[in-house]
């Protein structure tokens, strides 16, 4: 399930809302990071447990609003004048898309320039409302977005990108892409987060990969990564946003690649030099016979080896 961090919080009768939740979040935000926040199921199961939504909600609202933004959590943009297609309909839930202080939990889709409320327990938005917008950066927001939905289009199977300006001459750009595959016990999720400086004319990215797989287990591939790009010359333009994109391409692909490579050779080399494939004998073990072998006889008499 999505909360097993919280579940085990809330399972206890004892629970007393806030107190109890806060002094779990340390628990919960040190646990897997990869689950089905995306499910309503998740939400039900805790409704179910406590029954009470707003003892529920002042417990554990911080907690979720943490990690909602941590993760990169998206919620699709309320209204109906939307212009884009489904996949572009979303948004992520961002600090530099936040709209007044963190308990109004109102964010902004720079795409319509509305803001919403966001419900961080249910993840759905509401109550869209118009908002002004630093109209000197927009062009190049605009332009760098157009460029990273290619992007996403072309290499997320579901991915989403959001570009903010937290600032005028400030601009954040994160991509999220989630894989869930519960029938075989693994999840998965890219996120990129690159915050650009028209005026110190830098460009700052950050990329996690995180895989969760916990069949009859919990193991965790958690994975940082600082690309070097440079901001184009020709900033803030058109054309100097989609170059800005390319080099972010070009350094995700190679990333890509190393992280396959490395894995590979982890599984073909380091792993095997572990441990044999195979007994001393060269055969395998009939597991289910295991205990009427004797070893001073039967295991050396296969090997051909010393003794009676």
Do not use: C
Request: glycine share 6%; hydrophobic share 30%.
């Amino acid at each position: 399930k999505a909360t097993d961090g919280l579940l085990s919080i809330l399972k206890n009768k004892d629970w007393n809302g806030e107190e109890q939740a806060l002094n779990s979040t340390k628990s919960h935000e040190s646990g897997p990071e990869v689950y089905q926040t995306d499910s309503p199921h998740s939400a039900t199961d805790i409704r179910v447990i406590i029954d009470d939504d707003n003892r529920l909600q002042t417990g554990i609202d911080k907690a979720l609003r943490d990690y909602n933004i941590a993760q990169f959590v998206t919620v699709q943009s309320p209204g109906k004048d939307h212009q884009y297609q489904s996949k572009r309909q979303k948004v992520i839930i961002s600090d530099a898309g936040r709209i007044g202080s963190a308990e109004e939990n109102r964010f902004l889709d720079p795409r319509t320039k509305k803001s919403f409320v966001f419900d961080h327990l249910g993840l759905e938005a509401s109550d869209p409302r118009d908002e002004e917008v630093d109209g000197e950066s927009e062009p190049f927001r605009a332009a760098l977005d157009n460029a990273a939905q290619e992007y996403i289009t072309e290499h997320y199977k579901d991915g989403v990108a959001s570009v903010f300006v937290p600032s005028p001459g400030n601009l954040v750009l994160q991509l999220v892409a989630n894989k869930y595959n519960p029938q075989n016990f693994w999840s998965g999720r890219w996120r990129s987060k690159y915050e650009i400086d028209l005026n110190e004319k830098s460009v700052k990215g950050v990329v996690n990969v995180t895989v969760h797989y916990y069949e009859q287990g919990n193991v965790q591939l958690t994975t940082g990564f600082h690309p070097t790009i440079s901001l184009p010359p020709s900033s803030p333009s058109p054309q100097a946003a989609r170059q800005l994109l390319l080099q972010i391409i070009e350094a995700e692909n190679t990333y890509q690649t190393t992280l396959s490579d490395t894995y590979h050779d982890l599984g073909e080399k380091s792993f095997k030099a572990l441990r044999r494939a195979l007994p001393m004998t060269r055969n395998k073990i009939d597991w289910d016979k295991v205990t009427g072998y004797k070893l001073g006889a039967e295991l050396t008499a296969s090997r051909g080896g010393f003794g009676s």
